[in-house]
């Protein structure tokens, strides 16, 4: 049968493209990649530049002198965000650059590794989530998001108005004191030598409460009666209480340290609180000094200042401290069975709660004072 001419000169050119060269064929492949490539790389230039679009129009930032003196930090002049906007433009903050965004950041990434570090636990150990042995680690975890997560609201949202100041960095001080007895808890439970707890376990959780409570009553009290600039007792009103709550909740841990240390011994879980501590100490330094940027004022707006430091070494502080209680929990399971009873730590545990309750109320009375304070004020 005769076929078209048609059909014979396709027939051709299907057959020189199916003898293409190799390397002919490889040059073109990668020339496509590349192509695509291209194409990709100027999507991912633009990204920014959709996400900015596709975000409210953010205010800038302001200086010093365009807030009121309540949100003033010393020897941070700049990057300020204005007061008396919608809700919304506080929380899409969290994407614009400005003197808290590092603060906001540092505890959002911590509070994001404490969970996903603790779920890897959970998948790897197969956590028995209704035993009782389980329970202080639960409660752990919880305070330590808790406190995390209450402290990135705080320098995300105080900005909107002075109530709202007060408000956010009092939920702040009560994540603290319960972060503060969710740790005192695991040191008691699964971290504590021997000796150590022969002579303290009698009284050192209910004083492990007293002062976690303490310690957010303290601060709320300095923030509620001193006003800016700060004088040098509303530092000793926070710094005091929260320096005994940690002195009293890290004793089991120093204990186990020292012994461990001069023993030569070589467990894992005591390096991690060796850690915990050290990063505690540093931490701890840059909430009570503001250097660098006493040194430098105006250079460490956006970045540097010591806040800042605080939140990166209080942030590295957690998650070394959380490795050191896994590593406890999987290993030193027999002694805390011998030790303990189910009602014993059911008590202990709620404990817990009852601390949350009185931190909360306290919270709450100083933030009744503070917004008749301020009703007094406009009227």
Same mark, same amino acid.
Request: aromatic content about 16%; hydrophobic content about 45%; proline content about 5%.
């Given at each position: 049968?005769?076929?078209?001419?048609?059909?014979?000169?396709?027939?051709?050119?299907?057959?020189?493209?199916?003898?293409?060269?190799?390397?002919?064929?490889?040059?073109?492949?990668?020339?496509?990649?590349?192509?695509?490539?291209?194409?990709?790389?100027?999507?991912?230039?633009?990204?920014?530049?959709?996400?900015?679009?596709?975000?409210?129009?953010?205010?800038?930032?302001?200086?010093?002198? %365009?807030?009121?003196?309540?949100?003033?930090?010393?020897?941070?002049?700049?990057?300020?965000?204005?007061?008396?906007?919608?809700?919304?433009?506080?929380?899409?903050?969290?994407?614009?650059?400005?003197?808290?965004?590092?603060? &906001?950041?540092?505890?959002?990434?911590?509070?994001?590794?404490?969970?996903?570090?603790?779920?890897?636990?959970?998948?790897?150990?197969?956590?028995?989530?209704?035993?009782?042995?389980?329970?202080?680690?639960?409660?752990? &975890?919880?305070?330590?998001?808790?406190?995390?997560?209450?402290?990135?609201?705080?320098?995300?949202?105080?900005?909107?108005?002075?109530?709202?100041?007060?408000?956010?960095?009092?939920? %702040?001080?009560?994540?603290?004191?319960?972060?503060?007895?969710?740790?005192?808890?695991?040191?008691?439970?699964?971290?504590?030598?021997?000796?150590?707890?022969?002579?303290?376990?009698?009284?050192?959780?209910?004083?492990?409460?007293?002062?976690?409570?303490?310690?957010? /009553?303290?601060?709320?009290?300095?923030?509620?009666?001193?006003?800016?600039?700060?004088?040098?007792?509303?530092?000793?009103?926070?710094?005091?209480?929260?320096?005994?709550?940690?002195?009293?909740?890290?004793?089991?841990?120093?204990?186990?340290?020292?012994?461990?240390?001069?023993?030569?011994?070589?467990?894992?879980? &005591?390096?991690?609180?060796?850690?915990?501590? &050290?990063?505690?100490?540093?931490?701890?330094?840059?909430?009570?000094?503001?250097?660098?940027?006493?040194?430098?004022?105006?250079?460490? %707006?956006?970045?540097?200042?010591?806040?800042?430091?605080?939140?990166?070494?209080?942030?590295?502080?957690?998650?070394?401290?959380?490795?050191?209680?896994?590593?406890?929990?999987?290993?030193?399971?027999?002694?805390?069975?011998?030790?303990?009873?189910?009602?014993?730590?059911?008590?202990?545990?709620?404990?817990?709660?009852?601390?949350?309750?009185?931190?909360?109320?306290? /919270?709450?009375?100083?933030?009744?004072?503070?917004?008749?304070?301020?009703?007094?004020?406009?009227?």
């Amino acid at each position: 049968m005769l076929r078209p001419l048609w059909a014979h000169e396709q027939r051709g050119r299907c057959g020189r493209q199916r003898k293409l060269h190799p390397r002919v064929a490889m040059t073109t492949a990668i020339l496509e990649r590349l192509s695509t490539l291209s194409v990709s790389g100027q999507h991912l230039r633009r990204l920014p530049k959709i996400l900015e679009d596709g975000l409210p129009k953010m205010p800038g930032t302001v200086l010093e002198t %365009d807030v009121p003196q309540l949100f003033r930090e010393p020897y941070i002049h700049a990057g300020y965000r204005p007061t008396g906007h919608e809700w919304r433009y506080y929380f899409f903050s969290l994407f614009q650059k400005h003197n808290e965004v590092v603060n &906001v950041w540092t505890h959002l990434l911590a509070a994001l590794a404490v969970l996903l570090r603790f779920w890897a636990f959970v998948e790897a150990e197969g956590l028995p989530w209704t035993s009782a042995h389980a329970l202080p680690l639960l409660l752990y &975890v919880l305070s330590s998001i808790t406190y995390l997560t209450f402290s990135l609201l705080a320098h995300l949202l105080q900005s909107k108005s002075e109530l709202s100041h007060y408000t956010f960095y009092f939920v %702040d001080y009560v994540g603290v004191s319960v972060y503060q007895y969710g740790s005192a808890l695991v040191h008691f439970f699964y971290t504590s030598d021997q000796a150590w707890y022969e002579h303290f376990w009698l009284f050192f959780l209910p004083a492990a409460a007293f002062c976690g409570w303490l310690s957010c /009553a303290g601060c709320c009290y300095a923030k509620y009666r001193y006003c800016r600039p700060y004088p040098v007792m509303r530092k000793i009103c926070q710094v005091v209480p929260a320096g005994l709550a940690f002195i009293l909740d890290i004793s089991p841990v120093a204990h186990r340290v020292v012994l461990c240390h001069l023993s030569g011994c070589q467990e894992q879980a &005591v390096w991690y609180h060796s850690l915990q501590i &050290v990063f505690f100490l540093v931490s701890a330094y840059f909430f009570s000094c503001p250097v660098p940027e006493k040194y430098f004022p105006g250079s460490c %707006d956006i970045v540097g200042h010591g806040h800042q430091i605080f939140h990166a070494f209080l942030s590295v502080c957690t998650l070394s401290q959380l490795e050191a209680i896994l590593l406890d929990y999987r290993g030193r399971q027999e002694i805390f069975l011998q030790r303990h009873s189910p009602l014993s730590i059911y008590m202990a545990c709620l404990s817990f709660f009852f601390l949350v309750t009185c931190s909360a109320a306290t /919270a709450a009375f100083l933030r009744q004072k503070i917004k008749a304070r301020l009703t007094k004020k406009d009227s």
